[in-house]
């Protein structure tokens, strides 16, 4: 049995279904799977068109990849694509259990190390302590930093965001059981709505995740019924991603403030959320509560995981005054897989429980 299982070899599977071949990584305990081999081309002009092919014609490799029994209704997914820019060393295409998002934090956080280990980008110089990592979201150009030592990634990771900005503050809001909310909604390369899980009648350290999902939930229905979300770039990224929970705490301080994300279909984002971070310190900044350069410290309720954001520039998205958000966190390794399928298999495409 040993020497059997020394030399991996794929089960038997459909052989005219390549195996789907993953490089598995978290960032603040949430899940990253990058597709490294298997996936059918993805076909479009642009990143944003890729995107609009994947849904359409290549949605069962995500179902595969980020449902069960090969995944879970909280796993997240990359399938990395050429880009259009020409500054990008890589484009790529977030995945999670509900669809495609437009960008994804925690997930340039892995990429920018995996981009490095990998040979996705030059090798920095021998004496070089931190590599340049262009990965082109679907929101647009995000550059991440890559701490490095002989040529090879070692400890944080920083990325600069696109433009963030604030596009309501205090929007009221009629949610289901919970009455007249007051919210806010930023943009962090996507859209979330904040709001302080106090106003809901919870406490953000100690509510049962449950109760905070249904909670997060039910504000981001309202939103998308009652708030028309506009981009002044893309229709593409004008939608309502989910709702953050805090702890009511914008002000600044040294010490960390919490937070917990409900995005996609109810699904719990296990780190601070990058994305996430970054609206909230956009936010935070269009509100008068930070200043530039002024360093926050922020901490997953569901892991007590910490990311830090600052706001490192000025900067325009249309007519709305923004910010670029530096976000520090850091990415682990978890292991490889090869992922197949079975024609016969009625549950191949994957399944949901909720």
Do not use: W
Not at 286 to 310: N, P
Not at 316 to 322: L, M, N, V, Y
């Amino acid at each position: 049995m040993e020497n059997m299982l020394a030399v991996p070899r794929l089960p038997p599977h459909d052989p005219g279904t390549p195996a789907l071949l993953v490089v598995d990584m978290h960032t603040g305990g949430e899940p990253l799977r990058i597709v490294v081999a298997g996936c059918p081309e993805v076909a479009g002009p642009t990143l944003l068109a890729k995107r609009r092919y994947m849904r359409q014609h290549l949605d069962h490799v995500r179902q595969r990849l980020m449902f069960e029994p090969r995944g879970h209704r909280d796993m997240y997914g990359a399938v990395l694509v050429p880009s259009e820019l020409p500054d990008a060393h890589l484009g790529v295409l977030f995945l999670h259990n509900e669809g495609y998002s437009s960008m994804c934090g925690h997930a340039v956080l892995a990429l920018g190390r995996f981009a490095l280990d990998f040979g996705l980008v030059p090798a920095p110089l021998p004496d070089a302590h931190e590599a340049l990592v262009n990965i082109h979201c679907p929101c647009g150009l995000v550059a991440a930093f890559v701490e490095c030592e002989g040529g090879r990634s070692r400890g944080p990771v920083r990325f600069h965001s696109v433009p963030a900005f604030a596009l309501a503050t205090d929007l009221l809001v009629d949610v289901p059981g919970h009455g007249k909310v007051m919210v806010d909604v930023a943009y962090g390369g996507t859209f979330y709505a904040f709001v302080s899980a106090e106003k809901l009648g919870l406490d953000i350290g100690s509510a049962k995740t449950r109760d905070l999902v249904d909670a997060a939930s039910a504000v981001t229905e309202a939103v998308k019924a009652q708030f028309k979300i506009n981009h002044p770039d893309s229709e593409d990224l004008a939608f309502l991603y989910g709702t953050i929970l805090t702890d009511g705490k914008d002000a600044y301080s040294e010490e960390p403030t919490t937070n917990i994300c409900v995005f996609a279909d109810e699904q719990v984002d296990r780190s601070p959320t990058g994305s996430g971070v970054t609206a909230r310190v956009a936010l935070q900044y269009h509100k008068g509560l930070l200043e530039l350069t002024q360093t926050r410290a922020f901490r997953s309720s569901a892991t007590g995981s910490v990311f830090t954001g600052k706001a490192v520039r000025e900067a325009k998205c249309g007519e709305f005054k923004a910010v670029i958000v530096e976000v520090s966190g850091e990415a682990h390794y978890t292991g490889t897989a090869s992922f197949t399928v079975e024609d016969d298999d009625p549950l191949k495409d994957g399944f949901l429980l909720k």
